[in-house]
Every structure is written in C-alpha cells, then in structure tokens.
C-alpha cells in the first residue's frame, strides 16, 4: 500500500496544470486507488451559485485511473504515460451538482486488464462516506501513445 500523501496527482498524471482535477491521493495498491477533491469556487467548471456538475464526476473518475496506472508507473521506476478513456458504463448520480465546499472521495478499483486494456469500477463518495455517483470505465494505455495519436490525425 502506497503512503497517503508520497505522490501527488500532478507527477502521476500526463496533465497540465490546470487540467489535473483531484487535490490529492488518498492511497493505493495493486487494485485499487483513492484520491480527495475540494469543490471550490475557483475549479475552471464552477458554477457561481450552484457548484460543479455532476457530469463532470466521470472526468474525476478517469483521473482516478490515471493515478492507478501513474502509480504502477512510478513504482516501475518510469513516468507518468498518456492514456485513455474508451468508454463509460452506467454512470449514476444521486444528484445533479456538488457543491462548494464538499470534500469528495474519488476511487477506481482494478476489475479487468489485459495489456493495455483495464476496466475499473469507480465511485465518488461524501466525506461520510454517502455514495454520490458510480460507473464502471474502459480505458486503455498503449504502448506507444504517439503512435496511436499519429494514427489518429492521418485519419
């Protein structure tokens, strides 16, 4: 199990600031990770108001899986790699917004891989643990990702 706190999203996910969403990695195995988020008036997807959309949870969800497989990749000794996401599977939520101030549990366990291919269930939970929304992601890591992005603007 990964120390609370050793890593943060911004070294175990290929984004750029301001796109790395989640605050912090609450910890991590070979299975499973969690990560924390404050919603904050600031967040770029705010709305003044109301708070951010609960669509915008699926995003949180696939950064999840991205610090599992930046996780994987820093205890191998390499960086962070580009993945994505292929797909979503019954995503639900209890409720339309999150609102500010609430501090948000964010975890993605492992279910299926096979190479670059992983399946995760994911949920958003309450800082009292109230299950707020839940989906099941398809992502995949390939090999090599320029290629496959190269292949993708040829057409």
Known sequence: MMRAGSCSPENL????????LLDEVLNGNDKAVSAALTVRPEDRFFVPGRGIP???????????????????AYAAGRPAALGFLLGTRRYRA???????????QIGATLVFREGGMAVFDC??????????????????????????LSNQAMG
């Open 94 to 104: 209890t409720r339309a917004w999150f609102t500010e101030g609430e501090r948000l």
């Open 123 to 148: 949920v958003i939970r309450a800082e009292d643990g109230e299950e707020l929304a839940v989906a099941q992601l398809t992502t995949y890591q390939p090999e090599d990702p320029a290629a496959v």
């Open 54 to 72: 609960a669509h915008l949870g699926l995003e949180w969800m696939a950064q999840a899986c991205g610090l599992y497989a930046g996780l994987q």
């Open 13 to 20: 996910l290929p984004h750029d600031p301001p796109m790395v």
